[in-house]
T-cell receptor, first 114, second 113 residues
């Protein structure tokens, strides 16, 4: 079965640079979530989109922005990168209009800021 | 969402049943119990969820107490590949909405040969 696709899988950036992470949800899924997992920490919710509209926001820095496009893929844009942004970034997708909203996660993007 | 409490770590012998407990004493009537696991830096993997009845799928069984204040995830025949951090998460099921997952510390399950 098709799964959530994230690209790139690994990304190395310098401080103050910009990064864009992409997420392609499972086909027909209408909701996307972004989570951040720092070293030795548990995943933390950043932001979510349902039907291309932002639906919830967590502890996402103002330097980060995200959107969901007409084909339901999503991009997380991160500017003025800091060392502390080094983390695993997971995208998850779900099908919300049905009576099941189980989130399925992608393999993650490992961002390293030098 | 209700808070959950899990033991930080557990060990289990390969081939035996692994029973992972979770306390959620403040759970509300409309909150479901979800279980995910994360195998070393991979994306969290959905295992099972339930409201009040016991549930079983190809991966595991979920036993929820009658008062719903606690639950147990059972992996019937644990293998080395089941070594992972297991998260018990309580959340409301929202139709046509997006409900984030709030990860707690989880239980680090180690399956020993």
């Amino acid at each position: 079965a098709a799964g959530v696709i994230q690209s790139p899988r690994h990304l190395i950036k310098e401080k103050r640079e910009t990064a864009t992470l992409k997420c392609y949800p499972i086909p027909r899924h209408d909701t996307v979530y972004w989570y951040q997992q720092g070293p030795g920490q548990d995943p933390q919710f950043l932001i979510s989109f349902y039907e291309k509209m932002q639906s919830d926001k967590g502890s996402i820095p103002d330097r980060f922005s995200a959107q969901q496009f007409s084909d339901y893929h999503s991009e997380l844009n991160m500017s003025s990168l800091e060392l502390g942004d080094s983390a695993l970034y997971f995208c998850a997708s779900s099908l919300e209009w049905a009576n099941t909203d189980t989130q399925y996660f992608g393999p993650g993007t490992r961002l390293t800021v030098l | 969402d209700a808070k959950t409490t899990q033991p930080p770590s557990m060990d289990c012998a390969e081939g035996r049943a692994a029973n992972l407990p979770c306390n959620h004493s403040t759970i509300s009537g409309n909150e479901y119990v979800y279980w995910y696991r994360q195998i070393h830096s991979q994306g969290p993997q959905y295992i099972i969820h339930g409201l009040k009845n016991n549930e079983t799928n190809e991966m595991a069984s979920l036993i929820i107490t009658e008062d719903r204040k606690s639950s147990t995830l059972i992996l019937p025949h644990a293998t080395l590949r089941d070594t992972a951090v297991y998260y018990c998460i309580v959340r409301v099921l929202i139709i046509q909405g997006a409900q984030k997952l709030v990860f707690g510390q989880g239980t680090r399950l180690t399956i020993n040969p």
